[in-house]
C-alpha cells in the first residue's frame, strides 16, 4: 500500500474537516485562505458553532493521484532591483541551468549580498535575519528588493522580492547551505525538508491544523473577552449563588424559576417590605389586628356582593321570569275557568271571595259532621245540601259537583302558587339591600384604586338593573333584561387573604427569629427581583460559556498529536532508515572515518518527525563540543545532502562559502562531491576562496561537468559589480591572453586618442600581467600542469610531455620575464636613459610570444624575437 493510501485509511476515522482537509491538499497541494476559513467553518459547525452551507466532503481512494515526479525547476537568473547592502542596481548573476555555476568574489565584493536574497526567497535553515540596506549611504533606504528568474518545464517566469514578504512557493524547491544552515544540522533537532509522495500531506495538515486552530483561537479569545459586568447580590441568596456557578450546562428551567418572582411573590415582597417598615415604626400585634379587621370586612363585602349578585344574577332573574310568565298564563287559565263556572250560577259573585268562604266552611261542616268520611260534596242518594238541608235533585246534585270542580281545579290551585311564587321573589327584589357605606368603600380604594372602581360599578349596574327589573315586572309589558353583573368577589377575597398574610407576617415581625426570617425572605425575593432585570443577558452567557466549550472542543480536534504520531509512524517507515542510510553515504563520500556518527529520529513536532546528528556511542554526548568547526561544517554537509534523497524532484542546491573553516584536504573532499552533485541537478557555489575554486574548476574537467564561472566585484561606492569570467588569479593561461589582447584594445584606444600620459599606466599594468601570465605559463605549459600552485598533488603521468624543454624554452621564458620586469612598474630606471614605454603593437608582439611559446610540441624555439602582429604561432598555451 503506498503511503497516500495509507494515510487516507488513517484518515477515515478523524472529523470530517479534517478528512476534508486532506482532499483538498491533495488536489491542490496548497490551502489558500478561503479553504483555510472555510475548514474552520466546517469545524465549527460539527460542534453548533456555525450555520454554514459548505458540507464536508471526505477523501477516499478516488482522490488519491499516481506518484509523480514532476517538472525540474532551475535558476536562470538573479537580478538586484535596489536597496540589497550595498549592491549596485540592476547588476545580474546568471546561472547554468545544469551543471555547476561557481561565482567567486573577494571578501566585500558583494558575493554575500546575492546569496542573501536567494537565502530569504528560497528554501533554508537557520536565521533568516532580514536584509539591510546600504549601511555606508546616508540616503534612507527603501525595502530590499530583486528579481529572480526561472525556468520550470518549458517555461521561464520572473518573480519579484521584496524582504520580510513571501517569494513565490515554486523557489522551495531551491534549497540553499550556508553557516547558519550548517550551525542548525549539527546543533538542532531538524525535520526532513522534503517528504515522500504521501508523507508531505500530512506536514501540509499539520500546518492546515495550524492555521485552522488560529482562527479558532481568535474567535475564542473574543468571545472570552465579552464577560458580563453582573450586579451585586446578597450573599447567600439562591440567586447570587445561581449567578456565582453559571456554566453552559445551567438549565434554563432553573434560570427561569430564580431570575424572577411570581405574581404571589411579587405581592409577597410588597408586603413584607411594608410589613418590616411598619414594624420598625409602629406596634405589630396593634397594627397586625387592624389588618385582620380590615379583612374581616372585605369579606363581609364580598358575601354581600356575592348575595346581590345571586339574585340579579342570570338564575335569579330567569326564575323571576319564568314565574312572572306561568302566573300570568295560569291567570289567564283560571280566568277561562271562572268564565265557564259563572255560566251555571244563578246568584251574582258566585265563586267570588265571600262565596268561597261560604263553601269552604260548607266543604268544612260536610266532611267533619254531616258526612263525615264522604268526600265533599256528597251527592249520592238521599244526600241533603248542608246549607238549605233539602234533598238534592238531580239539577241540584249536578251543580255542586260544578261549584266542586271550580274551587278545587288544577288550573286555580297552579294559578294561585304562581301568584303566590311571584310576588314572593318581586318582593325580595324590591326589599334587596344594594348601596354599602361610604367609609367601606373607601376603605377598599385605599388598598386597592382599581378595585374600589370596580366595586363601585357593580353597585351602580345592579341598582339600576334592579330597578329596570322592578319597574317590567310592574307593568308587565316587557321582558326583563338579561343580566350581566359579575361581582368582584375574587378581588377582595384575594385582597383580604394578601391583608391575612400581612397580618401574620406583621404579628411574626414581633418575635424577632420570625422577623429575621422575614427580613432574610425579602433579601431573598430582592435578589431575584434583581436577576430578573438582568435574565436575558444571564441567558446569553450561559449561551456563551456553551460557545466556549465547543470551541474547545474544536480546538482539540486542531491538535496535531495524531498527525505527528502518524507522521513518526510513517517517516520511522518510509524515510528514517533512508535518510540515515543516505547519512552514512555522504560521510564516506566525504572521507569521515571517526567518531562514528548516526542521522537518527528524536522524536516529532506539529506532525514532523525531527532528526539529529548524534555520536553512535554516545548519544547524550553533545556534538559540537566534541567536533572541531570544519567537521562540524562536513557533518552538516554530509546531513543536507542526505535530506536532498527525500525530495521528490531534483531542486536546485546553492552553496554559500560551503567550506568555510575546512582545511585543504576536506576542500578537495567537497569540490568532489559538490561536481558529483552537479551531474544531477543544478549546483549554484559561492565562494571566496580562489583554493576552492580551482579545487571546483580540476574536478568538473575531471568529470567533465560543465561548469560555468562568474565574478562579483566592488567599485568606488558599489559592489556587486558582475562579470562572466574568473578572477585573473584564477584565469588559465590561455584565458589571460585573450584577457591581455583585450586590455591592449583599450591601452591602444588611449595611446591614439589621449596620448602616452594616459597610456603608459595602462601598458604597465599590462606588463605586469603579461609577467604573471609567463609565471603560470611555467607551470601549466612548459611543465604541462606536472606541478601547480593551490593543488596538493604531483601529476606524474604528465611529464612525458614534457620530456624535451631545451636552453631555446629556458631563453624564451628569461627574455620574456626580463622585459615584462624592466616595464612593469616595480623598477625605477636610470634618468638618462629616459625610455618611454613600448608602444601597442610592440606590447601587441610581447603578448604574442606568450602565446607562441608552446610546452612540449615544439622542436625547438628558431628565433626568440617576437613574431609580426597577426601572425600564429605554430604552438599554443590554450
Same mark, same amino acid.
Given at each position: 500500500?503506498?503511503? !497516500? ?50 458540507? /464536508? ?26 536597496? &540589497? ?45 532580514? &536584509? ?7 540616503? /534612507? ?81 473574543? !468571545? ?49 417590605? *411594608? ?45 323571576l321570569a319564568q314565574a312572572r310568565d306561568e302566573a300570568v298564563m295560569y291567570e289567564k287559565a283560571s280566568a277561562a275557568a271562572r268564565a265557564d263556572f259563572a255560566g251555571q250560577a244563578i246568584l251574582p259573585d258566585t265563586g267570588a271571595g265571600a262565596w268561597k ?32 238541608? *233539602? ?67 357593580? !353597585? ?6 334592579r330597578t329596570n327589573a322592578v319597574g317590567v315586572l310592574a307593568t308587565g309589558n316587557e321582558s326583563l333584561p338579561a343580566s350581566g353583573l359579575d361581582a368582584p368577589t375574587h378581588g377582595l377575597e384575594s385582597l383580604a387573604t394578601d391583608l391575612d398574610n400581612s ?51 474544536? !480546538? ?101 562559502? /560551503? ?10 573532499? &567537497? ?40 565574478? &562579483? ?31 591592449? *584594445? ?82 625605477? *630606471? ?49
Amino acid at each position: 500500500m503506498s503511503v !497516500l493510501l495509507e494515510v487516507v485509511e488513517w484518515a477515515s476515522g478523524l472529523s470530517g474537516w479534517v478528512q476534508d482537509g486532506l482532499r483538498r491538499i491533495v488536489q491542490q497541494a496548497q490551502l489558500t485562505d478561503v479553504d483555510i476559513a472555510e475548514l474552520a467553518e466546517l469545524c465549527k459547525k460539527a460542534h453548533g458553532l456555525s450555520e454554514s452551507q459548505v458540507v /464536508p466532503t471526505p477523501i477516499s481512494e478516488m482522490d488519491v493521484p499516481a506518484a509523480s515526479a514532476g517538472e525540474d525547476l532551475a535558476l536562470v537568473s538573479l537580478k538586484h532591483v535596489g536597496d &540589497v547592502n550595498a549592491l549596485a542596481p540592476g547588476e545580474s548573476l546568471t546561472f547554468s541551468p545544469t551543471g555547476l555555476t561557481v561565482v567567486y568574489g573577494d571578501n566585500g565584493a558583494g558575493k554575500s549580498g546575492y546569496a542573501r536574497i536567494l537565502k530569504r526567497s528560497c528554501r533554508a535553515r537557520g536565521s533568516g535575519d532580514p &536584509v539591510l540596506t546600504n549601511a555606508l549611504s546616508d540616503a /534612507p533606504g527603501g525595502t530590499p528588493r530583486a528579481e529572480v528568474t526561472v525556468r520550470l518545464g518549458e517555461d521561464t517566469t520572473t518573480y519579484t522580492w521584496q524582504d520580510e514578504r513571501p517569494c513565490a512557493p515554486e523557489l522551495g524547491a531551491v534549497s540553499v547551505f550556508d553557516s547558519a544552515a550548517a550551525q542548525v544540522y549539527v546543533t538542532d533537532k531538524t525535520e526532513v525538508a522534503f517528504r515522500p509522495f504521501g508523507l508531505d500531506v500530512l506536514d501540509k495538515l499539520a500546518d492546515a491544523s495550524g492555521r485552522v486552530r488560529a482562527i479558532l483561537e481568535r474567535e475564542r479569545d473574543t !468571545l472570552a473577552r465579552q464577560t458580563p459586568s453582573w450586579p451585586t447580590l446578597a450573599g447567600g441568596t439562591e440567586a447570587a449563588r445561581l449567578l456565582g456557578s453559571l456554566t453552559a450546562l445551567t438549565k434554563r428551567e432553573l434560570i427561569d424559576r430564580v431570575a424572577g418572582l411570581t405574581e404571589i411573590e411579587a405581592k409577597e415582597m410588597a408586603r413584607l417590605e *411594608q410589613t418590616l417598615a411598619t414594624a420598625r415604626a409602629d406596634d405589630p400585634i396593634k397594627r397586625a389586628t387592624e389588618i385582620r379587621a380590615r379583612s374581616a370586612r372585605f369579606r363581609k363585602l364580598s358575601k354581600r356582593l356575592e348575595h346581590v349578585a345571586s339574585q340579579l344574577g342570570g338564575h335569579a332573574i330567569s326564575a323571576l321570569a319564568q314565574a312572572r310568565d306561568e302566573a300570568v298564563m295560569y291567570e289567564k287559565a283560571s280566568a277561562a275557568a271562572r268564565a265557564d263556572f259563572a255560566g251555571q250560577a244563578i246568584l251574582p259573585d258566585t265563586g267570588a271571595g265571600a262565596w268561597k268562604k261560604l263553601w269552604e266552611a260548607a266543604r268544612h261542616y260536610a266532611e267533619h259532621v254531616a258526612y263525615a268520611g264522604v268526600s265533599f260534596p256528597n251527592t249520592g242518594q238521599g244526600a241533603r245540601c248542608v246549607l238549605c238541608q *233539602q234533598e238534592l235533585g238531580d239539577e241540584a246534585r249536578a251543580r255542586l259537583r260544578g261549584f266542586e270542580n271550580f274551587v278545587a281545579g288544577e288550573v286555580q290551585t297552579k294559578a294561585a302558587q304562581a301568584k303566590q311564587s311571584l310576588d314572593t321573589l318581586s318582593a325580595n327584589l324590591q326589599q334587596l339591600e344594594i348601596d354599602e357605606e361610604a367609609d367601606l368603600l373607601q376603605e377598599v380604594e385605599a388598598s386597592s384604586a382599581d378595585l374600589g372602581k370596580t366595586v363601585r360599578a357593580f !353597585l351602580t349596574e345592579a341598582v339600576t338593573y334592579r330597578t329596570n327589573a322592578v319597574g317590567v315586572l310592574a307593568t308587565g309589558n316587557e321582558s326583563l333584561p338579561a343580566s350581566g353583573l359579575d361581582a368582584p368577589t375574587h378581588g377582595l377575597e384575594s385582597l383580604a387573604t394578601d391583608l391575612d398574610n400581612s397580618a401574620t407576617e406583621m404579628a411574626a415581625a414581633a418575635d424577632p427569629a420570625k422577623r429575621k426570617a422575614a427580613e432574610d425572605r425579602l433579601v431573598e425575593l430582592g435578589a431575584r427581583a434583581k436577576l430578573a432585570a438582568i435574565k436575558v443577558d444571564i441567558i446569553a452567557d450561559v449561551d456563551r460559556k456553551a460557545r466556549l466549550n465547543a470551541y474547545e472542543k474544536c !480546538l482539540k480536534e486542531t491538535a496535531t498529536t495524531a498527525i505527528s504520531k502518524k507522521s513518526t509512524e510513517l517517516t520511522t517507515k518510509h524515510v528514517s532508515q533512508s535518510l540515515a542510510a543516505e547519512f552514512s553515504k555522504e560521510l564516506a563520500k566525504l572521507g569521515w572515518t571517526r567518531p562514528e556518527l548516526v542521522l537518527k529520529a528524536v522524536g516529532s513536532q506539529r506532525g514532523a518527525l525531527l532528526h539529529q546528528i548524534q555520536l553512535k556511542h554516545a548519544t547524550r554526548a553533545q556534538l559540537p563540543k566534541i567536533v572541531s568547526e570544519g567537521e562540524a561544517r562536513c557533518l552538516a554537509l554530509a546531513a543536507f545532502l542526505a535530506e536532498l534523497h527525500t525530495a521528490a524532484t531534483a531542486g536546485p542546491i546553492v552553496f554559500d562559502d /560551503p567550506v568555510c573553516s575546512l582545511d585543504h584536504r576536506w576542500r578537495a573532499r &567537497v569540490a568532489r562531491r559538490l561536481v558529483e552533485a552537479a551531474k544531477t541537478r543544478q549546483v549554484i557555489v559561492f565562494t571566496h576562496e580562489v583554493v576552492f575554486l580551482f579545487e571546483l574548476t580540476a574536478a568538473a574537467e575531471k568529470e567533465r561537468v560543465p561548469i560555468y564561472h562568474q565574478t &562579483v566585484h566592488r567599485r568606488p561606492g558599489t559592489t556587486g559589480h558582475v562579470a562572466a569570467t574568473l578572477p585573473w588569479g584564477a584565469l588559465p593561461v590561455s584565458k589571460r591572453i585573450g584577457w591581455l589582447r583585450n586590455e591592449l *584594445q583599450n591601452a591602444d584606444k588611449a595611446h591614439r586618442t589621449t596620448g602616452e600620459e594616459a597610456y603608459e599606466p595602462l601598458a604597465t599594468r599590462l606588463y605586469g600581467r603579461l609577467r604573471q601570465t609567463w609565471e603560470r605559463a611555467i607551470e601549466e605549459v612548459l611543465f604541462n600542469g606536472v606541478v601547480e600552485r593551490f593543488r596538493d598533488s604531483v601529476k606524474t603521468q604528465q611529464l612525458k610531455a614534457v620530456t624535451d624543454i631545451t636552453a631555446a624554452d629556458f631563453a624564451a621564458v628569461d627574455a620574456g620575464m626580463t622585459k615584462c620586469s624592466k616595464w612593469e612598474g616595480g623598477h625605477d *630606471q636610470a634618468a638618462a636613459m629616459n625610455e618611454p614605454v613600448p608602444a601597442p603593437d610592440e606590447l601587441g608582439l610581447d603578448i604574442d610570444n606568450v602565446d607562441w611559446t608552446g610546452p612540449v610540441l615544439v622542436d625547438r624555439f628558431v628565433t626568440l624575437p617576437a613574431l609580426p602582429r597577426g601572425q600564429q604561432p605554430h604552438t599554443s598555451l590554450d
